[in-house]
């Protein structure tokens, strides 16, 4: 068997690429197309059957420049093209359509355990998991997708309960997958730019998870009705041009975990309509700059990341409601930085995921974690701006002095 995932747009070295990878052939990469072509289809020759799967294919595309020789009936060999559009199926004149349905709902729960993994079977986790598989409407790619981010994130998984923005993420992606026009999905392809990637005005959902992007162009297409930007896992994506987020007026979800960025440009703070920054393990990011324009922020996810200080414009985040930012590095934490956090319900300022001691204080889960760990403490008036936060249901910080607790536990 042979599956190969065709690029967007169509670029038939890459796919033959693919094919001679598979099949163990070693070609000339500076070879013609048509000299490639004819290696690998002596070579599939050779097989008394073989089961070719293309994937991923939004444009018609011509079995006999890639070199794969159509089967002639009968044969046992068998050609499959994966699409989401009928006209690319009459462009390649198949034999047979099959319209492959949703998944169901217990097809989709274990499709999104095994992207998810252990972590979703938490007992306290389960049932927000699985009512986030539920809005991925059955969709394979939006199970994968919104299931991969989740995997192994034991130390916030009560952030589940401010799935709303995470569920949003699944809606969008479920909903633009129908639509070629609105949605650009290169997943794990090797990527190294996309300067190359024609954009539609209309494209509501652009994900390239999981490339080896090493810069973003300083002009990119105008996506004014673009929602969701995924970018996570491009170790080698260091910096952002200025002019690169100004192509996204619309946008209401960034994923930059996983990338070597070291800094963002003050451009970011034109997001005006961003719901979900997450710059997860981000490892060398030091400083945000001024982000008080990102008034509708709902999440804020910095874990295992350097900030040394708290982002400027905190106290314009009225309707945050998770607050992940470990103090690890923070070198201070001034007063009155949480009053105006009014609906935040989740706040985590720790970095190690092995917590050991839980109490319950006013109705908050609070965690206090005995391991010694550096960086900045929380004092009295910090942690009191924190207990005055009535929506406050979670709460991860250390303190520097045990009679601060003591105050509120007894």
Not at 171 to 179: D, E, F, G, V
Not at 229 to 240: G, S, V, Y
Not at 315 to 333: E, G, M, V, W
């Amino acid at each position: 068997m042979i599956w190969v995932r065709v690029p967007k747009p169509i670029d038939i070295r890459k796919v033959q690429a693919q094919i001679a990878s598979r099949l163990n052939l070693k070609v000339d990469n500076e070879g013609s197309v048509e000299s490639i072509a004819s290696i690998i289809c002596d070579r599939l020759k050779e097989e008394k059957s073989f089961f070719f799967i293309l994937d991923n294919v939004w444009d018609g595309i011509n079995l006999d420049d890639v070199g794969v020789p159509q089967p002639i009936v009968p044969s046992r060999s068998k050609v499959i093209i994966a699409t989401h559009s009928l006209e690319v199926c009459r462009q390649m004149r198949t034999e047979i359509e099959v319209n492959v349905t949703t998944l169901k709902e217990d097809e989709s729960w274990q499709l999104f355990l095994k992207s998810a993994g252990d972590s979703a079977k938490l007992e306290h986790i389960q049932p927000w998991a699985r009512d986030i598989a539920k809005e991925c409407g059955g969709l394979p790619l939006a199970i994968v997708i919104i299931g991969t981010s989740m995997r192994g994130k034991t130390k916030n998984v009560d952030c589940l309960k401010m799935h709303d923005v995470v569920r949003d993420v699944a809606i969008w992606i479920a909903n633009s997958s129908r639509n070629e026009h609105k949605s650009i999905i290169q997943i794990g392809i090797g990527l190294t730019t996309i300067s190359h990637i024609k954009v539609s005005v209309f494209v509501k959902t652009i994900s390239f998870i999981r490339n080896e992007i090493e810069c973003l162009p300083n002009c990119f297409t105008k996506c004014p009705e673009t929602t969701s930007l995924l970018l996570q896992d491009n170790e080698f994506l260091e910096e952002i041009p200025y002019e690169f987020f100004l192509a996204f007026p619309a946008l209401r979800v960034l994923n930059l975990s996983g990338t070597g960025i070291g800094a963002l440009p003050s451009s970011i703070d034109s997001l005006c309509q961003l719901r979900a920054l997450i710059l997860q393990s981000c490892h060398w990011l030091k400083e945000l700059p001024p982000i008080g324009n990102l008034c509708n922020l709902k999440v804020l996810d910095c874990d295992h990341t350097m900030l040394h200080c708290l982002p400027e414009g905190l106290d314009k985040f009225t309707n945050l409601r998770l607050l992940n930012l470990p103090a690890y590095h923070l070198k201070s934490i001034g007063k009155r930085s949480f009053l105006k956090l009014s609906n935040i319900e989740m706040l985590n300022m720790l970095e190690s995921k092995r917590y050991n001691t839980k109490y319950l204080v006013r109705d908050i889960t609070f965690i206090l974690l005995r391991a010694h760990l550096k960086g900045s403490l929380l004092g009295p008036t910090s942690f009191d701006e924190l207990s005055s936060l009535h929506n406050l249901t979670t709460l991860f910080i250390r303190l520097d002095n045990s009679s601060i607790f003591n105050r509120y536990h007894t």
